[in-house]
């Protein structure tokens, strides 16, 4: 079986396969504290729930934007299984071409997402990315990565308005029942989430200026669903693109390892 990791700053995001099929899926949260040998408990547990163990892993495809976290995160793994690993980075193929200034400052999720888009969706597209940013990424026709654009994400700016104003309570992100609220609690939700559906709306309508009206729109992250729901803007939900990237790149790579 092969597990799909992808490493966020928020969450780490976990997969297992048996060929195409998604068995189950896992979401934890990201700690810089833990020891390899932490996380191999984590994964055991998960992992023995389902009735399976860490022998059962044959192949492991990670990707991650947290270095420290990576690290000991690979460690637990060579430790712990004896599955080939492949880690999302310099020399491993993905079949996008990347057209940005700078191609290492590129994060590993962003060209993850982008080969799972094209080859799932086709492009042009545009790839929105709720988590702990919202981030937009412009796929060509040809399914090269062109750029994008980065935001603050939801829990971000909601926790900001918490710890910035004297007033303001930290609120749980739920959908208001009128944009214009009575109450502080309903106003916070009515503009942190229907301003972040005109956020998306905006910046959708700027990418379809430059990519073309054939642009598909696929949104992503644990809060994909809620703000989807809000606007046709986006045309599919695929809550674990990532984990469908890191699979179809391990078998890109599974013949020359």
């Not at 195409?20 to 408990?41: G, V």
């Not at 799972?116 to 412009?138: E, H, K, M, Q, S």
Request: proline share 4%; glycine share 10%; with cysteine.
């Amino acid at each position: 079986m092969l597990l799909c990791v992808d490493i966020g700053n928020t969450n780490i995001v976990m997969g297992l396969y048996r060929g195409e099929e998604l068995l189950t899926h896992w979401r934890i949260s990201t700690d810089h504290q833990k020891m390899p040998d932490e996380y191999a408990m984590i994964l055991a547990s998960l992992l023995a729930y389902y009735g399976y163990t860490l022998r059962d892993i044959d192949s492991i495809a990670l990707a991650s934007v947290v270095p420290p976290v990576t690290d000991r995160f690979c460690e637990m793994l060579r430790l712990y299984t004896e599955a080939p690993l492949l880690v999302v980075g310099a020399g491993v193929k993905t079949g996008v071409a990347i057209r940005y200034d700078s191609p290492r400052d590129v994060g590993a999720d962003r060209i993850v997402n982008a080969a799972a888009a094209f080859r799932l969706y086709g492009g042009p597209a545009c790839i929105v990315d709720f988590g702990t940013a919202t981030t937009f990424d412009a796929i060509s026709a040809q399914g090269d990565y062109l750029g994008g654009a980065i935001s603050p994400g939801i829990m971000v700016a909601a926790e900001a308005l918490f710890q910035r104003t004297a007033k303001l309570p930290r609120i749980d992100l739920q959908r208001p029942e009128r944009a214009i609220g009575t109450n502080t609690v309903e106003a916070m939700r009515s503009g942190i989430l229907f301003g972040y559906v005109g956020l998306v709306e905006g910046m959708v309508e700027r990418f379809r200026r430059e990519l073309g009206e054939a642009m598909r729109v696929i949104a992503t992250g644990g809060l994909a669903a809620i703000i989807a729901a809000e606007t046709s803007v986006i045309q599919h939900v695929d809550p674990w693109l990532t984990l469908k990237g890191l699979r179809i790149i391990y078998e890109m790579n599974r013949g020359a390892r």
